[in-house]
């Protein structure tokens, strides 16, 4: 193995914890439409110092497009190029010292990214390298608009791990993010008006409907009451949102080297209308403690504040995806400033 996998000079490299790479003539990175022998990575991406992940392809081309005009880089960030366009699995943009792919939905999905990212960062010799995912979420008893910062990435038993089947094994590690970068992440959101931002656990689930509780999938087998009770149970434990790759993220990122962080806007409700409402009129909604509702919309004139989350499909919720957008743009607000004012100090 390369006596450079870890530090050395103060340098943190990211390493890969594979003994059969270095034996091996050629890395393909399939999925990414990459290789060893095909490209040369040290000078396409040998400069790179954040990686910022998120699903969708459209929303990490937007992200890279506003970097390019944030760092002020040269004219030209509408030609953007797709470095993986030969491969229609994920999308790979970059601009200047900041790379941004898309890593699609769920567990699976991010982690064969993730195998080929690290891959690819170690064979670039990229050293001091952050990464962060930006991703949309479900919250927890938090306000309308809410940017989560994760410390800790939980499964669906509110547990820090990650749990890797391996053979006929299964094998835990941790979910710990990066408790520094979190601070300093939540500090630069103090310096943005308007920019409410906490920091808490994320939960992960495999399945975005059964997994998170939703009563409006195609399967539902458990009750609006169990549902209520597990959503409070996992606000106690200190869960502010919820999504789909937090904990595979956290431990292979941590695993090789990389410093990373999870940055999710609040963005679709766990709750139906009704159980918002029933909720808000819950015991614990009273103590400002209800795990019920994920608010896309701004509370309306007269209610209570935790409802209008409309059935899918509705005008309300047409509407509300438009009136959510913006949050998204809020949350990528977080990377750029970030990047700018502050991460430079730390480059
Ligand atoms: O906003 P992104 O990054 O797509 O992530 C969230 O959105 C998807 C579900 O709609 C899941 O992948 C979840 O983690
Ligand atoms: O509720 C939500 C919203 C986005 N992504 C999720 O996984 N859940």
């Keep these: 193995m390369r006596p450079d996998r870890n530090t050395y000079d103060g340098k943190r490299f990211v390493h890969v914890k594979n003994p059969y790479l270095d034996t091996m003539d050629e890395d393909i990175l399939y999925h990414l439409d990459l290789g060893t022998k095909t490209h040369n990575l040290p000078a396409m991406f040998g400069d790179v110092k954040f990686v910022c992940v998120g699903g969708s392809p459209n929303r990490m081309k937007a992200f890279a497009l506003f970097m390019h005009k944030e760092l002020g880089l040269a004219e030209g960030g509408e030609d953007i190029k797709d470095i993986c366009a030969g491969t229609d699995r994920y999308c790979m943009f970059k601009t200047g010292p900041v790379l941004s792919i898309s890593h699609g939905m769920g567990v699976p999905s991010i982690s064969i990214m993730l195998h080929e990212l690290i891959k690819l960062l170690h064979h670039a010799r990229c050293c001091d390298v952050t990464v962060i995912r930006i991703g949309t979420s479900g919250g927890i008893g938090i306000a309308p608009g809410s940017v989560v910062i994760t410390d800790t990435a939980v499964d669906s038993f509110f547990k820090p791990q990650f749990e ?12 710990e993010l990066d408790k520094e970068l979190a601070e300093e992440l939540f500090n630069c959101s103090k310096k943005i008006l308007n920019f409410p931002t906490l920091i808490g656990h994320t939960m992960c689930t495999y399945d975005f409907y059964e997994g998170q509780a939703r009563l409006d999938g195609a399967l539902c087998s458990f009750s609006r009451e169990s549902k209520l009770d597990y959503l409070k149970r996992a606000y106690k434990a200190g869960v502010r949102n ?30 139906s209308r009704a159980e918002c409402a029933k909720s808000a009129r ?66």
């Excluded at 890797?164 to 979910?175: A, G, K, Y």
């Excluded at 509705?314 to 990047?339: A, E």
């Design 242 to 271: 919820i999504e789909m790759e937090s904990t595979v993220f956290a431990a292979m990122c941590g695993l090789c080297g990389l410093k990373d962080r999870q940055v999710c806007g609040r963005r679709s409700n766990v709750a």
């Design 282 to 347: 819950a015991p614990c909604a009273k103590s400002a403690r209800a795990p019920a509702a994920i608010h896309r919309t701004p509370p309306r004139p007269g209610s209570s504040g935790l409802f209008s989350v409309q059935p899918p499909g509705s005008t309300l919720q047409r509407r509300r995806h438009r009136t959510t957008r913006p949050l998204y743009w809020l949350s990528f607000h977080v990377g750029p400033k970030y990047t700018i004012r502050e991460a430079k100090k730390l480059v």
């Design 164 to 175: 890797q089947v391996i053979l006929d094994n299964v094998v835990t590690r941790s979910t």
